[in-house]
């Protein structure tokens, strides 16, 4: 049952995949055939479209000089340099309509100038048939996201905080892919640590099971007490070791006291993932134990594990030090349940993709368990083809003062009161704009909810998620900047034109045509279109910043529309309330995209 399955070929590249949203992949589409034109020679050439920086066009292919470096001085190879090779590739693309004009630029981009009536066709269809017509579309049908994963007993802090707002979002951004997604709490349930915990219990607690959270109090202050018993008292140390192997051995009076240790964690954690809006599921560190004998033995019979210093490893090249899969006690690790969790993963639960959210300093360990489960067979060799397994790394979050994030006792930050703070602090600045007289209790509540977490979630997600980032209450609650706060009074005040028009979106979708005549309508109506491409591209890379960086420029480019250009009472009226709409709708889904709740009114 544990042969190493062989591991199926599934092409990594999405390219073949229709998908109508993204425009990218239809100019590369057009460009694909207009190289196989060009150099029938050369077949396979990959088309490289950009969006232009420049202002020359929409979108540009770069193809033209590589290629020239690739085939001058070819017999029959009549280009003159890398202008003329470009000339060839824009005169050799097949009509289409989503095309205006191209031209050629230096030393051979062609440039591409989208038809504004295409786009506004487009946009106005993804109205019409919903923004779900612009998911991604990959090549896997299930992944598995293992993020959160705090350790039982121990406290959930705020790396914790980053890998389950970062965990949730690229979960849901497969999911929007049509992935199905195993959303994996890898809970700590199963180290050494239940040793002393259990052997605590028994001993404040004979009755132990009716202990509830109650009556423990704080589990993690149950936690220290009973780690500084372990510290200095030998006899207790002694007893606590011995605890481990009869829960592991599975004595059920220390099962049912792990057990009871386990339910009130995860209560607590529960409350904050319910406040995150955050859904996942708990497989921990135990549930892999039954099968790690099996795992080490298969990977021993590959010849993979090796003796050394009593303990037995898997080697890796390149690496100095091995990877440990029994102990020398004879006990197993936090890699035995890894390699044990992935092997499972992959041949029980069939997953194609598997996506660990953790800090960088973790980055070693994964990259040894992925190298090991090659060296075993369970990947293909070539890293872009599926299945496969990625380490998505975060950086440390930081206090105001440059350091670990912190409280001023220095002790770990609560997640829940770190959530308070952020409700409380979105609230008052939500009464000092005169909320409180206008709203009722209730929507002063949600909104402040909605704008407080958001805050939190956005200053994490916008961030290149390896680089560290100072937590600031201060910065995240502004209005103003790049902040969500920012963005979700953006979205409230769209919704409002709205609304004020009087106009029923519904009728006009239906009735009504978008035109992109203005300058600015049409940089607000090309940046619409990108969605597809961006949210593939950030899925794909396993970079929620993307994503922020997209829905900040969509905020930006939208005020400069709405500054200049009248949208109620003007001529255009109808086609402008479609342009909010629409800006609305791609806003929203990028708030679903990244965990936040949006706000309808301001
Ligand atoms: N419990 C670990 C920690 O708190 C994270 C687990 C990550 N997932 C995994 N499969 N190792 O650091």
């Known amino acids: 049952a544990f042969a190493a399955t062989k591991a199926p070929s599934i092409s990594t590249m999405a390219a073949e995949q229709e998908n109508v949203g993204n425009l990218k992949r239809k100019l590369a589409k057009l460009f694909q055939l207009s190289l196989d034109a060009t150099v029938p020679g050369e077949p396979d050439i990959e088309p490289q479209v950009a969006a232009c920086t420049a202002k020359f066009g929409d979108y540009q292919c770069n193809n033209a000089m590589g290629l020239w470096s690739k085939i001058k001085g070819r017999p029959g190879i009549e280009f003159r340099g890398p202008p003329a090779v470009g000339q060839a590739i824009m005169k050799n693309l097949p009509q289409s309509e989503m095309i205006e004009s191209c031209s050629v630029a230096g030393p051979g981009f062609v ?12 946009i ?4 019409v048939d919903g923004i779900e017509t612009w998911a991604p579309k990959l090549s896997i049908k299930r992944a598995v996201v293992d993020f959160s994963s705090p350790n039982i007993a121990k406290e959930m802090h705020v790396g914790h905080l980053r890998s389950t707002i970062i965990g949730d979002t690229l979960a849901s951004m497969l999911e929007f892919s049509n992935v199905e997604v195993l959303r994996r709490n890898h809970v700590g349930d199963w180290g050494t640590q239940f040793g002393m915990l259990i052997e605590f219990l028994f001993e404040k607690f004979p009755n132990f099971e009716d202990v509830n959270e109650t009556a423990i109090g704080d589990l993690q202050a149950f936690y220290k007490e009973s780690k500084q018993r372990f510290d200095v008292d030998a006899e207790f140390k002694d007893r606590a070791q011995k605890a481990v192997v009869r829960l592991q051995s599975g004595e059920q009076m220390y ?9 009130i964690s995860r209560r607590e954690f529960d409350q904050v993932y319910q406040r ?8 921990g560190e135990s549930f892999y134990n039954p099968h790690i004998p099996g795992v080490i033995e298969a990977l021993t019979n590959q010849g993979l594990v090796e003796e050394s210093k009593g303990a037995r490893v898997i080697f890796i090249e390149g690496i100095n030090i091995p990877l440990i899969v029994v102990k020398s006690d004879g006990g197993y690790n936090y890699a035995s349940t890894d390699m044990t969790a992935l092997w499972y993963r992959l041949n029980e639960e069939k997953a194609e993709w598997i996506i660990y959210v953790t800090d960088v300093g973790q980055q070693q360990h994964f990259d040894m368990v992925f190298k090991a489960a090659k060296r075993a067979g369970w990947f293909p060799a070539d890293d872009r083809q599926y299945p496969k397994a990625s380490h998505v790394g975060f950086g440390l979050v930081l206090g105001e003062d440059g350091k670990r994030f912190r409280t001023r006792s220095s002790e770990v930050v609560r997640l829940a009161d770190l959530l308070d703070e ?4 979105s609230k008052a600045a939500l009464i000092e704009r005169g909320k409180a007289a206008e709203w009722t209790e209730e929507e002063l509540e ?7 977490y958001g805050a939190v979630k956005y200053a994490d997600l916008k961030n290149n998620r390896l680089t560290n980032y100072t937590f600031d209450f201060d910065q995240m609650l502004n209005d103003k900047g790049n902040t969500a706060v920012y963005l979700l009074y953006a979205h409230a005040r769209i919704c409002s034109i709205i609304r004020k028009s009087g ?3 519904e009728e006009l979708k239906k009735t009504g045509k978008i035109v992109l005549d203005h300058a600015d309508e049409r940089v607000l109506g090309l940046h619409l279109l990108q969605f597809a491409e961006v949210v593939e591209e950030a899925c ?3 970079l929620p910043n993307v994503l922020c960086e997209y829905l900040y420029n969509l905020s930006e480019n939208f005020t400069r529309f709405y500054s200049n250009c009248q949208v109620v009472g003007s001529a255009e009226e109808t086609s402008r309330l479609l342009l909010c709409e629409a800006t609305a709708v791609v806003m929203r889904k990028c708030f679903f995209l990244l965990g936040i709740k949006p706000v309808y009114k301001i």
């Open 446 to 452: 949600q909104t402040a909810e909605a704008v407080g």
């Open 111 to 122: 440039n591409v100038v989208l038809s504004k009536n295409w786009m506004a066709q487009n």
């Open 124 to 127: 106005q269809k993804m109205l």
């Open 276 to 283: 995150l809006g955050v859904h996942l599921e708990e497989k």
């Open 422 to 425: 952020a409700k409380t602090r």
């Open 540 to 542: 794909s890379n396993l």
């Open 255 to 263: 099962r049912k006291a792990w057990a009871q240790i386990c339910e």
């Open 503 to 505: 106009k029923d979106t």
